[in-house]
């Protein structure tokens, strides 16, 4: 038994779950999305608000898009937690989500709501899906916003997230899920969007304890929300996403080649989770110490990547 090759083997498991990889032999060459005036190179990070940065975009020419904006929960720091208290794998503390740009009044919200979404209609093929994550702090909007623009929601999903902060002020219930809005761009009557009914039937989930093999995929995933070690070990954000969870949007109605696109990268998850599927990103954040987390993170998932083909390529 060669422990090494069990080694690689196991990880390009884990790198490319279903086999597969756009870029040959570790090789990330440039690539670039054409627009009308210019050249827009894709598997780029841009430093830039995103309502600048799609503007830029041509109509339908992007696939797939996963935001995750911010929830607006930011109000007023109502919320306490003793930050010495230490959470291993959740991804920083909770103050830190009191930050300017989680927190906006509700009209400059809604607007803000429907400036982007009005973006990710016109860009995202009419055989595209968008993802969207949420809380009742935001959901709310989001789902109205969806229906003013004639965007149609295909499923709601329930995160559940079996491992959830503890409730501190032992009023309310513990808050154990989120919202994600799973949506089209085509019309009712002209449903275009990719989804690998197979692939989520068959498919075994092993961390999910709700998804049986074989069974249909519901809407209520059992996904922990701690993070592995490679997903914060070049820094955290507070609101970062685990990558298992954002693998299984893209696994369900993208393939491999595709052009996904992020407008609020954060530290990064989503572009992990895109190359991993082999998929090309466009991503927009505004903080750099987050955009600068996200590089780091993702030169390192290429080192992975470079690792497991170079090991391949000396087998005989
Ligand atoms: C909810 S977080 C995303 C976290 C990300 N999913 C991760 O796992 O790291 C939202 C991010 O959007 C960024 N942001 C807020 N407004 C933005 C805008 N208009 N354009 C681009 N990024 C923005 C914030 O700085 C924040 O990092």
Redesign the pocket.
């Given at each position: 038994m060669n422990n090494k090759a069990d080694k690689n083997d196991s990880l390009a498991t884990c790198l490319f779950p279903y086999g597969l990889a756009s870029s040959k032999k570790g090789q990330f060459p440039p690539h670039a999305l054409t627009t009308p005036s210019n050249s827009m190179p894709l598997d780029h990070i841009f430093i830039?608000?995103?309502?600048t940065g799609m503007a830029k975009l041509p109509p339908a020419s992007v696939d797939i898009v996963i935001a995750?904006?911010?929830?607006n929960l930011s109000k007023g720091g109502e919320w306490k937690w003793d930050s010495n208290k230490n959470l291993p794998g959740f991804g920083g503390d909770w103050q830190k989500v009191m930050?300017t740009?989680?927190n906006m009044p509700l009209e400059q919200y809604f607007a803000?709501t429907l400036a982007?979404l009005s973006e990710l209609k016109r860009v995202v093929r009419a055989s595209g899906s968008i993802w969207i994550?949420g809380t009742y702090h935001n959901i709310g909007i989001i789902n109205v916003v969806m229906q003013l623009l004639n965007i149609e929601i295909i499923n709601e999903v329930v995160w559940y997230k079996r491992n959830s902060f503890p409730n501190l002020s032992g009023r309310r219930l513990t808050a154990s899920h989120e919202t994600i809005l799973w949506a089209h761009t085509g019309t009712p009557k002209k449903r275009k969007y990719l989804f690998d009914y197979a692939e989520a039937k068959s498919s075994d989930f092993p961390e999910d304890k709700l998804k049986e093999q074989g069974k249909q995929m519901r809407t209520v995933w059992d996904v922990p929300n701690n993070k592995e070690r490679s997903e914060i070990a070049h820094g955290k954000?507070p609101?970062?996403?685990p990558v298992r969870l954002l693998v299984r949007m893209l696994r369900l109605s993208s393939k491999p080649g595709q052009i996904c696109l992020i407008?609020?990268?954060?530290?990064?998850?989503?572009c992990v989770a895109a190359l991993r599927c082999g998929l090309h990103y466009i991503a927009?954040?505004?903080?750099r110490q987050?955009a600068e987390i996200?590089e780091a993170r993702i030169a390192n998932e290429k080192g992975l990547f470079s690792a497991v083909y170079a090991e391949q390529e000396v087998k005989p």
């Open positions: 830039e608000d995103c309502l995750d904006p911010p929830y930050q740009w989680d803000f982007w994550h954000h609101t970062q996403k407008p609020f990268a954060g530290s990064g998850s989503e927009f954040e505004t903080e987050y996200a």
